[in-house]
């Protein structure tokens, strides 16, 4: 589906086309900033599954362990793209226990 991806890529990108990564101070500069929280829309985030709990053909949930967070700095071939992931803190405490180190497990139903 490379055409669709590209347009997805291509729409996000130009969102926010002055958004771009700064090696000096490790982030994000000149975002418009318009994207869910004032992130820019650039920015994705990406749902890492458990691989010790297959995906298979039909199953409608999968077991979410952690979400990365990914800078889209530019294509650079059909339905590449060349970007950065990110450092971040899940949102709201962490478990009493502490053992999750910040991060949280969800159901997510795919949606179909």
């Not at 347009?7 to 490790?26: F, K, N, S, V, Y």
């Not at 500069?29 to 004032?38: A, C, F």
């Not at 890492?48 to 999968?62: F, L, N």
Request: charge should be positive; proline fraction near 8%.
């Amino acid at each position: 589906m490379t055409g669709p991806t590209n347009e997805g890529m291509r729409d996000l990108i130009a969102q926010d086309p002055d958004a771009q990564w700064d090696d000096a101070t490790q982030s994000v500069v000149n975002s418009n900033g318009s994207g869910s929280g004032g992130l820019s829309p650039r920015i994705v985030l990406i749902p890492i599954h458990d691989p010790r709990i297959p995906i298979r053909s039909g199953r409608k949930v999968v077991q979410v362990v952690k979400v990365a967070a990914f800078f889209m700095e530019r294509m650079t071939g059909p339905a590449e793209v060349r970007g950065r992931f990110l450092k971040v803190r899940a949102p709201g405490a962490p478990c009493v226990d502490g053992t999750t180190s910040g991060f949280f497990t969800y159901n997510l139903s795919l949606i179909r």
